[in-house]
């Protein structure tokens, strides 16, 4: 394993650790939907209920992950639904710049749209062939994996389409807006001031 594939402080493991914070929510298949609001192109609401999202079309890729906690786990094979699948179904208005991902419990994480639309970032429902477990986010996780891990949001509900930079669960308690692994950008006292939405 070549140590030039790990970003600096990174280390792998042996077992891939369940970093999450509250309870593991229960899945109930006829109460799931996924939403997508905010400056929408048509400036509507788009939902899939669960069995209307398992037929939307899916994707493999194989990407490492990057925990801030300081693991990586190499050459993961995830499949789910593209990111910029979404984007083509319910597009975003001219002037949306970021999302917001929504998940359980109100967690959520920002993303530039363009991060957001890369080839790479999916909404997960397997890893490795097999389906997500429930603390790794089943049934759907966002992965991004050009970002630390907190941006790959478990439980994934909504995405919130913006017009500004605004802040999610972790970057308002500290950890970096941007998150790159390869930049160590893990908290906010690192931030440069291009690099965070402008204090109100």
């Not at 939907?33 to 194989?62: I, K, S």
């Not at 749209?113 to 429902?125: E, K, M, Q, S, Y």
């Not at 970002?147 to 478990?154: A, F, L, M, N, Q």
Request: proline share 10%; glycine share 6%; net charge neutral.
């Amino acid at each position: 394993m070549s140590e030039r594939r790990l970003p600096p402080g990174q280390y792998v493991p042996n077992e891939w650790p369940a970093v999450h914070y509250g309870p593991v929510p229960k899945f109930r298949p006829h109460r799931w939907d996924l939403q997508v609001y905010g400056a929408t192109a048509d400036g509507t609401q788009y939902r899939w209920d669960w069995t209307e999202f398992q037929t939307l079309p899916r994707v493999d890729v194989v990407t490492d992950f990057h925990c801030v906690t300081r693991f990586t786990k190499l050459d993961v094979r995830w499949r789910g639904v593209a990111a910029s699948t979404v984007l083509k179904l319910a597009p975003p208005a001219e002037d949306a710049t970021h999302v917001m991902v929504w998940a359980e419990y109100g967690y959520s994480a920002n993303l530039p749209l363009d991060d957001f639309r890369r080839p790479d970032v999916i909404l997960a429902t397997h890893r490795d062939g097999k389906p997500l477990e429930p603390q790794h986010g089943y049934p759907v996780r966002l992965v991004v994996p050009h970002r630390y891990g907190w941006k790959s949001v478990k439980w994934v509900r909504a995405i919130e389409y913006l017009t500004a930079d605004r802040r999610g669960f972790w970057e308002e308690r500290g950890y970096h807006n941007l998150a790159n692994p390869w930049l160590e950008q893990r908290y906010s006292y690192q931030e440069d001031p291009g690099d965070r939405p402008p204090l109100d």
